[in-house]
């Protein structure tokens, strides 16, 4: 609410002149860029998730279940990380590019160059984005879908057939969500983008608040980004409208099981985006840490790895418990209010980029310090320490999550168990003690990994809000990059990489299917 005033509020003095400038010259451009690169990852998005999901979900055939929890495991390679370990690739395109300048002209040169960095750039995030969209797609396929498609194979219709005209239409909703995520992590992007030389949103931001020193100019400019992210938000609500997943449990229908040559063609389908978004860039980090000359110093890592570990734990404990009480709020309310506030707040903060949250945080502290100076205990409590305000924006960003994954577990528990347990004399809070809690406990350990592995992963808060001493991991390494020392970020990413592989691959296996397993 405070980065949508800045919006609104009309512009006075000195911000008024630097608004103008940056209105003029630098927000065409960065919209421009920014919808190009949203348009680009969500459409390979859909290419490399989709027939995976397909298969995964429709087919029978050797290492089925290892492809399943391979797919998903590219979330865990941030996207600044896998753009640095391209370097190498797209500096060997450097000779063809020197060609077209010398024989095409310079104009030419230019264009192809802008035109090379996109494709890129969109290769790299889609690559570790495309899991959102194979979640969704796969559950859908699971679904009551799966039952549609066997009665149209039954009714003579083929695979392709049955597929366009029954999967496809009915996993729009669950399509229509993944893509929004991803659309999300696109704008949310800064290390990837500034890496690459593309001026999306984020990077706009970034240099008019430190480059140009003009803070309150970034404050107005990420309320009008948040003003175009909420228009998306209604769109895909409006979109989905009454609709839902295509969810339920996985059905035990029986999946035909493939050939020789069907089970090659699954395998290739499943390995292409897994080979692109993990193996990859896991391969080249590897390669760089066995042949860095630059010493890595273990207290360095381990401090930056302590620092993660802690900010993690703490934004995933906040985050779990808030999510619990709004979502307990939500279930026994009957207040309109109230749910119309828990469903948004399960929204607006996933939807806010890490970068106009850092504005928005900023300026509530600024407010805050007007009100408590530093002279007072309180202000030197509240406002000196910026790691408050740090923890703050990563909760406020991160509490979707919990929130999200709290409710939908919510909505598999019958009420009618709410009002026999009422009728035995026990309260809500009772109630949602002895009930809701135990059975909510899978969809909360996904949601705890989750939430830890995004905080581990984020760059645009921490290199905002953090102290000058405090670094993580996801910080350290850029750091490393800026100095130049491109092969030494490699001991660093790869023990983010790590840490997020082992959260992303116990929540899959044990997390959310054994949840919808549970599920009546």
Request: hydrophobic fraction near 50%; charge should be positive; aromatic fraction near 10%.
């Amino acid at each position: 609410m405070v980065v949508l005033w800045e919006a609104i509020t009309p512009s006075r003095g000195a911000d008024a002149g630097s608004w103008d400038h940056v209105r003029t010259n630098l927000l065409g451009p960065a919209v421009r860029d920014t919808v190009i690169l949203v348009a680009g990852v969500c459409l390979l998005s859909v290419l490399l998730a989709v027939p995976a999901a397909w298969c995964i979900s429709t087919l029978q055939f050797p290492g089925r279940s290892l492809l399943s929890v391979l797919l998903v495991l590219p979330l865990a390679v941030p996207p600044y990380i896998a753009a640095f370990a391209s370097t190498e690739a797209r500096e060997s395109f450097i000779p063809i590019l020197a060609r077209i300048r010398m024989e095409a002209g310079v104009e030419t040169y230019l264009k192809v160059e802008v035109i090379h960095r996109f494709t890129w750039l969109i290769l790299i995030f889609a690559a570790v984005l495309y899991p959102y969209v194979f979640l969704a797609c796969r559950s859908a396929f699971s679904g009551s879908s799966r039952r549609l498609a066997e009665a149209s194979r039954a009714l003579g219709a083929g695979r392709w057939t049955t597929f366009l005209k029954i999967n496809l239409p009915l996993a729009r909703p669950a399509l229509v969500a993944g893509l929004f995520l991803v659309a999300m992590e696109v704008i949310n992007d800064y290390g990837a983008v500034h890496h690459l030389g593309i001026n999306s949103m984020t990077v706009t931001i970034f240099r008019t608040w430190f480059g140009l020193g003009e803070l309150d100019t970034a404050r107005r400019l990420a309320g009008w980004m948040l003003l175009g992210i909420f228009t998306l938000v209604l769109l895909e609500q409006w979109q989905r409208g009454r609709r839902r997943f295509s969810e339920g449990r996985e059905t035990t229908l029986h999946r035909p099981r493939c050939g020789t040559a069907g089970a090659i063609s699954c395998w290739l389908v499943c390995l292409i985006p897994v080979t692109l978004g993990l193996l990859l860039p896991l391969s080249v980090l590897i390669q760089w840490w066995r042949a860095s000359t630059v010493e890595v110093s273990a207290p360095e890592i381990l401090a930056a790895a302590r620092n993660s570990l802690f900010l993690g734990v703490a934004v995933t404990v906040i985050c779990l418990l808030l999510g619990l009480i709004i979502a307990g709020v939500a279930r026994f309310t009957r207040r309109r209010g109230d749910q119309f506030m828990a469903q948004w707040s399960g929204i607006a903060g996933y939807a806010s980029p890490g970068a106009v949250m850092a504005a928005g945080v900023l300026t509530v502290a600024a407010t805050l310090r007007e009100w408590f100076p530093p002279e007072t205990w309180l202000g030197s409590q509240l406002l000196s320490d910026s790691l408050l305000w740090l923890g703050f924006g990563l909760t406020a960003r991160y509490i979707a999550i919990s929130i999200q994954m709290a409710r939908q577990s919510q909505s598999s528990i019958p009420v009618v168990n709410d009002h026999a347990a009422s009728t035995l004399g026990r309260g809500p809070l009772q109630i949602f003690t002895s009930i809701h809690l135990p059975l909510m406990k899978p969809a909360l350990a996904g949601a705890a990994i989750l939430i830890f592995v995004d905080v581990c992963k984020e760059l645009p808060l921490c290199l905002m809000l953090r102290t000058f001493d405090f670094e993580t991991l996801g910080t350290w390494t850029w750091g490393l990059k800026d100095q130049g020392k491109i092969w030494a970020t490699a001991a660093p990413s790869l023990v983010l990489i790590c840490t997020c592989l082992v959260g992303l691959a116990l929540v899959e296996t044990f997390g959310w299917r054994h949840q919808r397993r549970r599920q009546p």
